[in-house]
T-cell receptor, first 112, second 115 residues
């Protein structure tokens, strides 16, 4: 079972920041937080991942709380092409130990 | 990001036949590959994890004799759906990773329709 909880859906206005929350209250000390998104009928796309510190790349920022029990993915300037299902996953290790289990995710609808 | 390619993108087969889906990592060595399937309006469900040169580890409830996984090289894994039936119709997606605790990259998926 997925170890994360996300709201089923969110709306965001085009050009505004989209803040997607994720709860992972049972995360263990060495588990990473990964974010992926899936646009309809495509394979998931990697966005970002982190362990303890906040992370930023060209796509998004990842803010992890100090107790690591929750995180927020920030898309700074959402566009219509960012409409997708966003998945937050926690995982650690290699091979079968480091497998990525998908929950239900958050469907983000970016509106004009 | 790294590229993972699946082939074919879609396939239609007759009930009772077998279908092979290929997953290739084009620009990196994939020590671990994951296979998922996804039914309409549902999330991805992990089927199995394979390490290069080792037998795949199947998730509970996934029939290993029906879904044969081979990961014979660091750039190729195959999933064979044996004796396919209409209920096996689904979107199958592979993912590949080079090192632990790094991003895994996903293929574009294969839509299987069994008639």
């Amino acid at each position: 079972d997925a170890k994360t909880t996300q709201p089923p859906s969110m709306d965001c206005a085009e050009g505004r920041a989209a803040n997607l929350p994720c709860n992972h209250s049972t995360i263990s000390g060495n588990e990473y937080v990964y974010w992926y998104r899936q646009i309809h009928s495509q394979g998931p796309q990697y966005i970002i991942h982190g362990l303890k510190n906040n992370e930023t790349n060209e796509m998004a920022s990842l803010i992890i709380t100090e107790d690591r029990k929750s995180s927020t993915l920030i898309l700074p300037h959402a566009t219509l092409r960012d409409t997708a299902v966003y998945y937050c996953i926690v995982s650690y290790g290699s091979g079968n130990t480091g497998k990525l289990i998908f929950g239900q995710g958050t469907t983000l609808q970016v509106k004009p | 990001g790294a590229v993972v390619s699946q082939h074919p993108s879609w396939v239609i087969c007759k009930s009772g036949t077998s279908v092979k889906i290929e997953c290739r990592s084009l620009d990196f060595q994939a020590t671990t590959m994951f296979w998922y399937r996804q039914f309409p309006k549902q999330s991805l469900m992990l089927m199995a994890t394979s390490n290069e040169g080792s037998k795949a580890t199947y998730e509970q409830g996934v029939e290993k004799d029906k879904f044969l996984i081979n990961h014979a090289s660091l750039t190729l894994s195959t999933l064979t759906v044996t004796s396919a039936h209409p209920e096996d119709s689904s979107f199958y997606i592979c993912s590949a990773r080079n090192q632990p605790n790094t991003e895994a990259f996903f293929g574009q998926g294969t839509r299987l329709t069994v008639v």
